[in-house]
């Protein structure tokens, strides 16, 4: 049977419809980026203090909280667990599916990414589905609805730029091992009452974020981001599943709702092509 998803066309659209469901859309794409940057997270455990708030020197699975935040110390213990040699090696895609939920709006998104810069997410609002792609430096849109004709843009400006921000492979404490942005600080700091490692991190393209690490486990519990605004962007992370030997939190809450995956895999068999910026778009150029 001929799929209803056939032909192609660009074309924008300017109705007032379309402005709403874009404006919904790009509140939650924000969110839904930030899933985007999946490694590793979880749970929080505590810590002993002593009553000067000095830490006292508990071994820990990977060494007490002291010798965590040597960098050194703390870097072999975080990729051990969140993405060992094996798959650093060997991890070229990874595909997540589940909901975005702000309010009573839910939707579907399916999340795909392969290394080393490109990226498909695709939201379904039920009557169409929107699909933004990142291909290298390229951002571009689809629009696809039943029994009409996809709708092709190229995605310019700071709609464009957050989307680049956010097609990096690794979260940023991996990336930093591989030379893409750097480790500033590791410190003993607090979490809801528990002691947990803060790493301060500026990426490649100068995000300044704060990821507060479980010493227990060495998953993620929180990232912190610090806005051009000076406000900060903070999202949750919990319920971890391992994943071919890759923690992924499926649970992710932030001020502006919350992400439940569905569904992981690695290494799919993602076809490159897949990612490539749309003969529509190549043909206006």
Known sequence: MRSSYTNTKRKHVHSSKTSKSRIRLNRLIY???ISLSIAAIATIASFIRAGDDAVVGVELPYGTLVELTEPEVFMQAYLSVNCNPTLLEHTQTIRVTGHMVNGDLKQAFSLIKKRPDRMLFTIDRGSHQVTFGVSGDTVWRRT??????DIFALVEGQEARTWLAHRRFFDPIISASQGEGSLTAIKAADWKGADCLKVSTLDADGAIVDILIDPQTMYPIAELELLADGTIKQIVFSDYRDING?????????SKGHIQLNRAALNTGVLSKLFNVPEALLASE
């Open 31 to 33: 969110l839904g980026t």
């Open 144 to 149: 696809r609805a039943p029994q009409h004709e």
């Open 246 to 254: 890759m923690p992924i939190p499926f649970n992710m809450v932030s």
